[in-house]
């Protein structure tokens, strides 16, 4: 069986898991993260790649869901294709004085991702 895309959805409206995924005719799972939440415990090896939503959200704002976020994304670089609005990709840089959650491993190119 195939694994399948994960979206990770953290958008307000609850709607850009739905769009993305509307350009894939890969299997795919669609998991919509709130702001006021934990971020799930999830194996990256269980999906094929990663698309991480955009968000309106405060890039100032501590939310629950951001370290469990920035750790997921550290423990599986390098093994699982991700994507990332730049949104996404504001809200890991801040507040950490770790700079990105890649750190300084080697942005893989998504060829052919999308």
């Known amino acids: 069986m195939e694994k399948p895309v994960l979206i990770l959805d953290y958008s307000v409206d609850r709607r850009s898991g739905d769009n993305i995924g509307r350009w894939f005719k890969e299997p795919l799972c669609v998991l919509r993260i709130r702001s ?3 971020f ?4 990256p090896s269980c999906y094929s790649a990663v698309v991480h939503s955009g968000s309106a959200l405060s890039i100032t704002d501590s939310h629950p869901f951001l370290e469990g976020a920035r750790e997921f994304i550290r423990s599986s670089t390098g093994s699982v294709p991700q994507m990332a609005s730049a949104t996404a990709t504001s809200f890991w840089q801040w507040p950490s004085a770790e700079g990105t959650p ?3 491993a080697p942005r893989r190119r998504l060829a052919g991702f999308l």
Do not use: Q
């Open 102 to 104: 890649w750190g300084n």
């Open 40 to 43: 799930p415990a999830l194996d």
């Open 36 to 38: 006021e939440s934990p």
